[in-house]
């Protein structure tokens, strides 16, 4: 007999993911519905909310990132239903998704914001260690304790994290591009906080204030329901905060880095051993000798034909959307990221389904200074706004595209430095149709803006500079700068009171 589903209007609004695209989708529908029932379907305990936002301009907005008990939420909500189970399959022509549970749930709007995973350098094998969530960051401080040299593969957020708050450790740092922070800095704001990284870090620890993991808090019977292998939030800034990230040796820092180059082969140990092969020292302090002699656990031969031993690998490079649960049976558009295409209203290809944070790709017509990245503030801002247009849409209203859109723009931490990106930062797209202007201070700030045609399109600010609100108004209302020149940057003249 064939079973008959009750029509779309009795469902629900049904939200995926319990990151802070999904939370914030749920909150603001539960705050625009408060008399319908909202679910939550969340694969872990834990759930990722916003905390202290403050709107800092226009644009930039910064706040906290709290992991909280999902009854937190419905306390703070009690028309969010929170579903602990992972989604097994979604059947969009039937506006329904199937948990593991085996419960069916109706839905009128559907909105997925399952995130993404890291991409590990190799699946499976125990030497390797991924850093995206709380659960694989407390796995790393718990090998970190044992260990005398690591190799850190990727060149993103985490890997420049990491190999500044590593401390009695070795680190081999291993990136495909000439300098570090590439998807961030360009080589000249790189070398910058390089100089940094290579001096000694000095004791005081400057109070962070972004994140508060509570997972050791989070009752133990909730940990084994959340199964190991559960797919958890990710990380933000901070997220090191709070962790003891010291090796064995008695040293601060010792990094070398490798550039331009990618992992070849991974050997265990005993196969390394068979096959006679020769590993180099840590690099420096003029060694005669460059043949290690100690063994180690595991060997990493790179595409410059260098091998190194270590004790483990951090894989940190990238993540890639989470869209395998969703795909069998639907055919969603999907983008060249692997994302689900959305259009402006952060709508999908398929009726009634939405998507918003690291699962999804935007496809419309973009502002000519915004780009995607996989970041919380567009976790955050995607996962309101698709919450408003899942409310338009059930209402019949109209809804204009948010005003985040217009202009990129992320504020956050490197090295205790504040790091503001703004528009094009690196002239992503720009051709060699651009130049940039530039003012460094050695150890206290670094400035750069991207202009074309006389107007500002981007901009990286390093330090206390108190430039993001002039320069963000100017790239928002893009006004012809060519006759400013150098004087744009000049430290003795006070921009702000050009442009107020």
Request: aromatic share 8%; charged share 25%.
């Amino acid at each position: 007999m064939e079973t008959v589903f009750p029509p779309p209007t009795a469902g629900k609004f049904v939200v995926v993911g319990g990151g802070i695209a999904g939370v914030t989708c749920a909150e603001q529908l539960a705050t625009d519905f408060p008399s319908e029932d909202i679910l939550l379907v969340t694969a872990s305990p834990v759930i990722k909310a916003v905390t202290n936002f403050k709107q800092i301009s226009k644009v930039l907005e910064e706040f906290d990132v709290e992991e909280q008990s999902s009854t937190m939420l419905e306390r703070r909500f009690p028309n969010i239903k929170i579903i602990e189970s992972r989604v097994k399959q979604l059947k969009s022509e039937d506006h329904c998704i199937i948990t593991e549970d085996g419960n069916q749930h109706v839905y009128k709007k559907l909105c997925l914001c399952a995130g993404a995973k890291p991409k590990l350098i190799c699946e499976g094998n125990p030497y390797v260690l991924g850093i995206r969530d709380t659960d694989s960051a407390q796995e790393f401080q718990k090998q970190l304790t044992k260990a005398k040299r690591i190799m850190i593969i990727g060149n993103g957020g985490i890997a420049l994290e990491l190999a500044y708050e590593i401390e009695g450790c070795e680190v081999i740092w291993a990136i495909k591009d000439k300098a570090i922070g590439n998807t961030f800095f360009d080589a000249g704001a790189a070398e910058f906080l390089t100089s940094k990284l290579i001096s000694e870090k000095s004791e005081a620890k400057i109070a962070h204030k972004r994140t508060r993991y509570t997972t050791e808090g989070r009752k133990k019977e909730a940990r084994s329901k959340s199964k190991a292998d559960n797919v958890g939030s990710a990380l933000g800034p901070d997220w090191h905060e709070g962790l003891n990230l010291k090796g064995t040796k008695q040293f601060s820092r010792k990094i070398h880095i490798e550039t331009v180059c990618e992992v070849k082969k991974i050997y265990p140990q005993d196969e390394f051993r068979i096959l006679k092969k020769k590993s180099f020292t840590f690099p420096g302090d003029h060694k005669s000798v460059t043949t290690d002699t100690e063994i180690w656990p595991v060997y990493v031969e790179l595409t410059n034909e260098k091998i190194y031993g270590c004790d483990f690998i951090v894989s940190a490079t990238g993540v890639t959307p989470n869209v395998e649960p969703f795909l069998h049976g639907n055919s969603f558009d999907l983008g060249e990221d692997g994302g689900l295409k959305v259009d402006d209203h952060m709508h999908t290809s398929l009726p009634d389904v939405y998507a918003a944070g690291d699962i999804c790709t935007t496809s419309w017509q973009l502002s000519p200074v915004w780009q995607q990245m996989r970041l919380w503030t567009q976790a955050r801002q995607m996962g309101w706004y698709a919450a408003k247009c899942m409310a338009a849409a059930s209402s019949g209203d109209s809804i204009d595209m948010d005003f985040s859109f217009e202009l990129f723009a992320h504020v956050t931490k490197f090295f205790n430095y504040k790091v503001v990106l703004l528009g094009k930062y690196n002239a992503q797209g720009l051709g060699s149709d651009h130049e940039l202007m530039l003012r460094c201070t050695k150890g206290q700030e670094y400035i750069k803006v991207v202009m074309q045609n006389g107007r500002m399109m981007g901009a990286v600010l390093i330090g206390e500079t108190d430039l993001e609100e002039t320069f963000e108004n100017l790239i928002l209302n893009q006004m012809n700068l060519s006759s400013y020149g150098e004087d744009l940057l000049d430290p003795n003249i006070d921009i702000e009171d050009y442009f107020d």
